[in-house]
């Protein structure tokens, strides 16, 4: 009886240890995380070519191991072999990638001008149309002048986010050569970092207790492989919802649908705008040109693209980080509530973490 007690207690105590965790990272975020995220701010420039190289390593060490457990050659040349074909391939994909948005950036920047003119016919004659409405029905001036107000307003915030958009490409135009520099140091970092991680792993051995740090590689092999991973799903929904939006402008035989596809995926790691922030304004400038059967195809298409995303995000991160769809769904609609869209991002790895504590023992006070 006073066994059971005992276990009762300690099963106790580990569960509101977790609450005070949780409790403790609510606290964080609301109160501490300003002044946190103004250090790490400043500090991930810094470190940010090992950050990467850390996320590449893990991503690549499950081939490196295959392959130095199955050929009899020094894991020094897999390595090199393995990155070499690894980044060649991701070269060669962005290089081809690139060079199609290219010709087709090009294709879009001689037919803008036509494009504009277009647009700007449109709303004018689309004015000119609610004019007449408004005078043929005895609409009140007061409802004219506020739907005029609307209407430019809405084409302030088309013009707004079209110059955002504009800036946003100057800026990634201008951080490329640092993009450079900050890539080839990742790539040698990979290298040293994979050939000599047994050392790495040894040093942090010979200056911890042999309890504490059995933990602290339990914990951070079970992390990393969420951060690996939950990269690796982002990866994964992005080509999907790329594909999709590809397959499907495709089909009706859209114009630019390499651009726009490419765009969808990139814009689909926005937690709250998603897809939409392409195909909202896609839509509302069809609306305008008047061309209203295409406006609901490409409204179609957009919620086919999000039904498909929502229903396959939570087995896609469950799988990639070791969590169930239904811990995954959990893991993201906690993380929402809790931290805002950054959540989105954090909790499956927060929760990830924490059973990673929990079974490797960080919780028993037994050290």
Avoid at 112 to 117: E, L, M, R, T
Avoid at 148 to 172: C, G, P, Q, W
Avoid at 306 to 333: W, Y
């Amino acid at each position: 009886m006073k066994g059971l007690l005992e276990k009762e207690l300690k099963n106790l105590l580990k569960a509101a240890t977790v609450v005070l965790i949780l409790l403790a990272i609510f606290l964080f975020y609301y109160y501490l995380f300003p002044a946190a995220w103004n250090i790490v701010h400043r500090t991930i420039p810094l470190i940010l070519p090992f950050i990467i190289a850390l996320v590449f390593v893990g991503l690549l060490e499950p081939i490196v191991s295959f392959f130095e457990n199955n050929l009899k050659v020094s894991r020094t040349l897999i390595i090199l072999l393995v990155i070499a074909l690894f980044f060649a391939g991701i070269i060669g994909l962005f290089t081809w990638l690139i060079s199609m948005l290219v010709i087709e950036l090009v294709k879009f920047s001689n037919e803008y001008p036509k494009f504009a003119s277009s647009i700007n016919e449109s709303v004018l004659e689309s004015i000119d149309n609610l004019q007449n409405i408004y005078t043929a029905i005895d609409v009140p001036p007061q409802l004219m002048d506020l739907l005029e107000e609307s209407i430019s307003t809405i084409l302030a915030s088309v013009r707004d986010i079209s110059l955002l958009l504009l800036n946003f490409l100057i800026d990634m135009a201008a951080l490329l050569p640092m993009g450079i520099l900050v890539f080839v140091f990742a790539v040698i970092a990979v290298f040293f970092i994979s050939r000599d991680k047994n050392i790495i792993l040894k040093s942090f051995n010979n200056h911890l207790p042999p309890s504490i740090y059995k933990r602290i590689v339990a914990v951070g092999s079970e992390s990393g492989s969420a951060v690996t991973g939950y990269i690796r799903a982002q990866v994964i929904l992005m080509f999907i919802t790329a594909s999709v939006t590809f397959l499907g402008l495709q089909i009706v035989g859209a114009t630019y649908s390499l651009l726009v596809a490419v765009l969808v995926g990139i814009a689909d790691i926005l937690p709250v705008f998603g897809p939409g922030a392409v195909f909202v304004p896609w839509i509302f400038v069809e609306i305008i040109n008047g061309n209203y059967s295409f406006a609901v195809i490409l409204l179609i298409i957009y919620t086919i693209v999000s039904v498909v995303r929502q229903v396959i995000q939570p087995k896609i991160v469950g799988d990639s980080i070791g969590l169930h769809p239904l811990e995954a769904l959990m893991a993201l609609f906690i993380g929402l509530r809790l931290m805002g869209v950054l959540g989105l991002i954090l909790g499956p790895i927060i929760w990830v973490v924490i059973k990673a504590s929990w079974k490797s023992g960080v919780f028993n006070r037994n050290y």
